[in-house]
């Protein structure tokens, strides 16, 4: 079965660091591209951002560019979410989510929810001023 795990959430300040870890199982045989979401309090799901299969390119929300960055480690099927000059607005639950793909397709298009098959259970993330 297909597993993705988060960790690295917590309690910050504003202003302070995070960065979040999504391990992946039962993916090792599929091409895939790794998105992230997140909920806050109230709110809907909203997208953050999306790494490529190649790791070339990423998509990021406008609330979170120049501030959080995805990266991404195929040898240990981990993605990662730096999150930087964080604020209270980004407290939420955040999720990862992964979508196989063909050998043909645009990253452009992996914002929406629909678009992944699998998801994590979310980890806190919960930022004081």
């Known amino acids: 079965q297909v597993q993705l795990v988060e960790s690295g959430g917590g309690l910050v300040q504003a202003g302070g660091s995070l960065r979040l870890s999504c391990t992946a199982s039962?993916?090792?045989?599929?091409?895939?591209?790794m998105g992230w979401f997140r909920q806050g309090p109230g709110k809907e799901r909203e997208f953050v951002g999306v790494i490529s299969w190649s790791s070339q390119y990423t998509i990021y929300a406008d609330s979170v560019k120049g501030r959080f960055t995805i990266s991404r480690d195929k040898v240990k099927n981990t993605v990662y979410l730096q999150m930087n000059g964080l604020n209270p607005e980004d407290t939420a639950v955040y999720c990862c989510?992964?979508?196989?793909?063909?050998?043909?397709?645009?990253?452009?298009?992996?914002?929406?929810?629909?678009?992944?098959?699998?998801w994590g259970q979310g980890t806190q993330v919960t930022v004081s001023s």
């Open positions: 989510a992964a979508a196989q793909i063909s050998q043909v397709y645009s990253i452009n298009s992996y914002y929406t929810e629909d678009k992944y098959n699998d």
């Open positions: 039962g993916l090792t045989a599929s091409r895939y591209v």
